[in-house]
């Protein structure tokens, strides 16, 4: 059984910075990809990046909204997936959503909410 458990949301201003944080309860080196997701009031839930280990090479990708403002990273000796968020935007907004598939199955934290002031 894996449980992910998100941190860091809050209250931010546009132009500001947040790190989100994801722990995963044991190893994540066998959670593979893992992801952040989000869904904003009144949407359905997107992708925001993934990262996935290859090779013994992590692999980051973005969706298009957050590319070049948002960076994710994993630490396997932490058990833990950051979401570093920088040059936040009001349509950050959120509830944000960690992610991870072992062996074909989905696991999801609770989420953490994002908001994002003009």
């Known amino acids: 059984q894996v449980q992910l458990v998100e941190s860091g949301g809050g209250l931010v201003q546009a132009g500001g910075s947040l790190r989100l944080s994801c722990a995963a309860s044991g190893s994540i080196f066998s959670i593979n990809p893992m992801a952040w997701y989000r869904q904003a009031p009144g949407k359905q839930r997107e992708l925001v990046a993934t990262?996935?280990?290859?090779?013994?090479?992590?692999?980051?990708d973005y969706a298009a909204s957050v590319k070049g403002r948002f960076t994710i990273s994993r630490d396997n000796a932490k058990n833990t997936v950051d979401l570093q968020m920088n040059s936040a935007k009001p349509e950050d907004t959120a509830v944000y959503y960690c992610y991870g598939i072992v062996r074909a199955i989905d696991y999801w934290g609770k989420g953490t909410l994002v908001t994002v002031s003009s």
């Open positions: 990262i996935t280990s290859r090779g013994g090479r992590q692999f980051a």
